[in-house]
């Protein structure tokens, strides 16, 4: 028969799990993958375009997974930019006046650019969440999930708000559907192009094919 302090440390051992993972543990985790990350991103001296084309769509899988699990272990509303302009992605997360700010507490998820000659293109195929009120009853986002920049208050550089994610990676673990390719098509030389397609249907972990010969629709 248990005592009274026996009772009381079991109560609150379990209080203590069922309220999730601790900041230290996240941060193990976090460790852990940056790790991962730092691996397929190596130094590309004497490597052909192909590999380091490879290794930029492995970077992006990985990370992506990684910023779907912190999402879920944070219950965080995070979100991708894709740039194709500059063949830029950058993470962001939604506050708690659901405004986005970039998520640039962790390095790994700072704003990062393909290195030239690469480039990026996203294809939407699916909105799921286009009834969600906390991210689309404001006005923020047209049917397209594209911006609605008559909604942006324009001042000082400081009080703009950032373009919206076109990615959303949601606490319920689920992710806006897309296609991101990611191309290599030389403009001299004898080289063939390449291509690598970064897909989600729904959650993760995403799906990376390639190399590819062209870029089939979807």
Request: hydrophobic share 40%.
């Given at each position: 028969?248990?005592?009274?302090?026996?009772?009381?440390?079991?109560?609150n051992?379990?209080?203590?799990?069922?309220?999730?993972?601790?900041?230290?543990?996240?941060?193990?985790?976090?460790?852990?993958?940056?790790?991962?990350?730092?691996?397929?991103?190596?130094?590309?001296?004497?490597?052909?375009?192909?590999?380091?084309?490879?290794?930029?769509?492995?970077?992006?899988?990985?990370?992506?997974?990684?910023?779907?699990?912190?999402?879920?272990?944070?219950?965080?509303?995070?979100?991708?930019?894709?740039?194709?302009?500059?063949?830029?992605?950058?993470?962001?997360?939604?506050?708690?006046?659901?405004?986005?700010?970039?998520?640039?507490?962790?390095?790994?998820?700072?704003?990062?650019?393909?290195?030239?000659?690469?480039?990026?293109?996203?294809?939407?195929?699916?909105?799921?969440?286009?009834?969600?009120?906390n991210?689309?009853?404001?006005?923020?986002?047209d049917?397209?999930?594209?911006?609605?920049?008559?909604?942006?208050?324009?001042?000082?550089?400081?009080?703009?708000?950032?373009?919206?994610?076109?990615?959303?990676?949601?606490?319920?673990?689920?992710?806006?559907?897309?296609?991101?390719?990611?191309?290599?098509?030389?403009?001299?030389?004898?080289?063939?192009?390449?291509?690598?397609?970064?897909?989600?249907?729904?959650?993760?972990?995403?799906?990376?094919?390639?190399?590819?010969?062209?870029?089939?629709?979807?």
């Amino acid at each position: 028969m248990m005592n009274p302090s026996q009772t009381s440390f079991r109560k609150n051992h379990t209080g203590k799990l069922a309220s999730g993972f601790t900041l230290i543990e996240v941060m193990v985790v976090l460790a852990i993958m940056g790790i991962a990350a730092g691996v397929v991103i190596f130094n590309s001296f004497g490597v052909s375009q192909g590999e380091k084309l490879e290794n930029q769509a492995k970077r992006f899988q990985v990370i992506v997974d990684m910023a779907s699990d912190f999402a879920v272990l944070n219950q965080k509303e995070l979100g991708i930019r894709i740039e194709p302009k500059n063949s830029e992605y950058y993470f962001m997360l939604m506050d708690e006046d659901q405004n986005w700010q970039l998520l640039d507490t962790e390095k790994v998820f700072e704003s990062y650019q393909l290195p030239e000659p690469f480039t990026l293109e996203l294809e939407l195929d699916d909105l799921p969440w286009l009834e969600e009120d906390n991210l689309f009853s404001d006005g923020i986002f047209d049917e397209t999930l594209s911006f609605d920049e008559n909604r942006v208050e324009i001042g000082d550089d400081e009080e703009k708000k950032l373009p919206p994610p076109q990615i959303l990676l949601l606490s319920s673990g689920d992710i806006t559907p897309f296609s991101l390719a990611m191309i290599y098509e030389p403009e001299f030389g004898s080289d063939s192009p390449i291509y690598y397609r970064l897909n989600a249907t729904d959650s993760a972990p995403i799906e990376r094919l390639g190399p590819l010969d062209s870029l089939d629709p979807l």
